[in-house]
């Protein structure tokens, strides 16, 4: 299906998205939508004819927990809600710990990637086949960036996408700012990965922006799209027209002048014209090609187990303060802790804006201070809760007025008694106790 020029359409951004021309088709956070009811203006733009693809953040289709049932009907209940053709996601996992583990759970409340390793495709190809029948529409996955890498890799990021559509005949959705993330942090030069990929299975491309700090590139979603993005995606275009390009942005959002001007600076990007391919690397090292190893039935308990050991270490290690799992850079997953944290905390004074207001410019300092070794487990509104209930079981904030206004905030959400220390202590005993 050709699908064109789009744009990621966001609630802040919705009136500029249907006033900017030469919009073919929009991309909507599915989780961002309810189950029974479009925001109005995605009304007027389906009945304008505007495509409307519904793309998922919270499946976690990389972890080793096999998809969630309830999750699955509510991305399939949004496909049929947008009359969408087709539904994507990503390689990626978002949670880790539990019965695999017999840990406690653990949210990242971020895109986290898998290893890429024979076990890590396996469960992920069989993830993927489960979604693929819960889903009434095709799935597309996205690469996605990172700021690490995995230690024993196997495979190259062209070779496990390659792999993956093989054995699933899922489509991608390539994401060249990432492509451009992974060069700068991780040394992946994109026209490989561009060489190893199956092209004719790219459902469309996203284009968007971000910023290096020290040496590390930050795929913010926030920040104009640069010319090495722009380079990245000639490069595909000279190996493949695809279906359609997206441009993402999620914050920060800029003029609707700028956003028309992004718009047709990937319009005009001209396809590269493709260099003389490397030389194969020696077989049995990564960057060759793999050697075949057949499609499996299953990814099996021990595949499984594996994958969820060493996904919990690193996911605790990031939000919990665990020790590092041998292997990996510290330097790396320091940078990568606290950007976790940052999100963390934006994404709570989006949810709750009350508590930034309450707590005014201590909000942020407070907020990193209570997550360092408190990892989300229960989704961003239980965190924000969660965190007031700190504050006042500890008598904060100093101030008498913020404070009763705090615990006012926190009952009538939670309680109709504010929380105490004692009282604190007594549930977080009977939590350990039930295992919870």
């Avoid at 499946?59 to 994507?88: H, I, K, M, N």
């Avoid at 380079?231 to 695809?242: A, F, G, N, Q, T």
């Avoid at 499984?304 to 990031?318: D, E, F, N, P």
């Avoid at 665990?322 to 790396?332: E, K, Q």
Wanted: hydrophobic share 45%; proline share 8%; charged share 25%.
């Amino acid at each position: 299906m050709k699908l064109g020029i789009g744009i990621g359409w966001r609630p802040e951004i919705a009136e500029v998205v249907e006033a900017l021309p030469g919009v073919d088709w929009v991309e909507a956070v599915a989780e961002n939508l309810c189950s029974d009811h479009l925001p109005e203006s995605l009304v007027r733009l389906r009945e304008r004819g505007v495509t409307v693809v519904p793309h998922g953040v919270a499946l976690g289709l990389g972890g080793a927990d096999r998809p969630d049932p309830e999750r699955l009907a509510a991305l399939a209940a949004r496909v049929e809600l947008l009359g969408a053709p087709l539904v994507t996601e990503h390689i990626a996992f978002v949670r880790a710990g539990g019965p695999l583990t017999a840990s406690p759970a653990l949210e990242a409340g971020h895109l986290l990637p898998v290893p890429r390793t024979w076990d890590a495709l396996d469960v992920l190809c069989e993830n993927v086949r489960i979604a693929q029948d819960s889903l009434p529409v095709p799935l597309a996955l996205e690469n996605i960036a990172a700021l690490v890498s995995w230690p024993g890799e196997e495979l190259t990021e062209g070779q496990f996408l390659a792999e993956l559509v093989e054995r699933t005949g899922v489509r991608l959705l390539i994401d060249v700012a990432n492509l451009h993330t992974n060069h700068v942090n991780r040394g992946e030069d994109p026209a490989t990965a561009l060489d190893e990929i199956p092209v004719e299975a790219i459902a469309y491309v996203h284009v968007a922006g971000g910023i290096e700090m020290d040496g590390v590139w930050h795929d913010t979603h926030a920040h104009p799209v640069t010319r090495p993005v722009l380079d990245v995606l000639s490069l595909l275009r000279s190996r493949v027209d695809p279906p359609g390009i997206l441009l993402e942005r999620d914050d920060d959002f800029p003029s609707a002048e700028e956003l028309a001007r992004e718009l047709t600076a990937i319009r005009a990007t001209p396809a590269a014209t493709p260099s003389a391919p490397s030389a194969p690397s020696a077989p049995g090292t990564v960057g060759a090609r793999p050697s075949g190893r057949p499609a499996c039935t299953g990814a099996g308990p021990g595949a499984r187990g594996r994958t969820a050991v060493a996904q919990t270490a690193l996911l605790s290690a990031l939000v919990a303060g665990t020790p590092v799992p041998d292997g990996f850079d510290r330097r790396r997953l320091g940078v990568q802790s606290r950007a976790l944290a940052a999100k963390r905390a934006d994404v709570v004074a989006k949810v709750a804006p009350e508590l930034p207001e309450i707590l005014g410019t201590g909000y942020r300092k407070e907020f990193l201070a209570y997550a360092r070794n408190r990892p989300m487990s229960g989704g961003y509104r239980r965190d924000a809760l969660a965190f007031a209930e700190l504050l006042l079981a500890e008598g904060r904030p100093a101030d008498d007025d913020a404070r009763r206004r705090l615990s006012l905030w926190w009952q009538e959400r939670a309680s109709s008694r504010p929380p105490h220390r004692a009282g604190r202590l007594v549930r977080s005993a009977r939590a350990a106790l039930l295992g919870r």
